[in-house]
């Protein structure tokens, strides 16, 4: 079992940038594949990036490739989703996620989620 808590969420400008954090709580996240999945208004919730639960391997949505980057914080039961160059169709709530596979990559993956943390970018 384990609790997850985004943060870092707001309202930026077109090829601004914007750090997301998610803090763990209940269990350690080094037992989990993490990651970031999103939901813009509308539409269904996607898979953005994540973080293998033995190693640090990382995967990333096409439209995340060379903008976003994943990390993990072990000591700190933490996960963070650095955002460059980020663009309106940017614009969603983003969740955190875990799941016991090695890697997630779909909503069949995750067995926890977040609530959420809502990202607004602006034209």
């Known amino acids: 079992q384990v609790q997850l808590e985004e943060s870092g969420g707001g309202l930026v400008q077109a090829g601004g940038s914007l750090r997301l954090s998610c803090a763990a709580s209940?269990?350690?996240?080094?037992?989990?594949?993490i990651g970031w999945f999103r939901q813009a208004p509308g539409k269904e919730r996607e898979f953005v990036a994540s973080?293998?639960?033995?190693?640090?391997?990382?995967t990333y949505a096409d439209f995340a490739k060379g903008r976003f980057a994943i990390s993990r914080d072990n000591t700190k039961n933490a996960l963070n989703l650095q955002m460059n160059s980020l663009k309106p169709e940017d614009t969603a709530v983003y969740y955190c996620a875990a799941g016991p596979r090695f890697v997630i990559t779909a909503l069949r993956d995750v067995d926890y989620w977040g609530k959420g943390t809502l990202v607004t970018v602006s034209s």
């Open positions: 973080i293998t639960r033995i190693y640090t391997d990382t």
């Open positions: 209940g269990h350690t996240l080094s037992s989990y594949s």
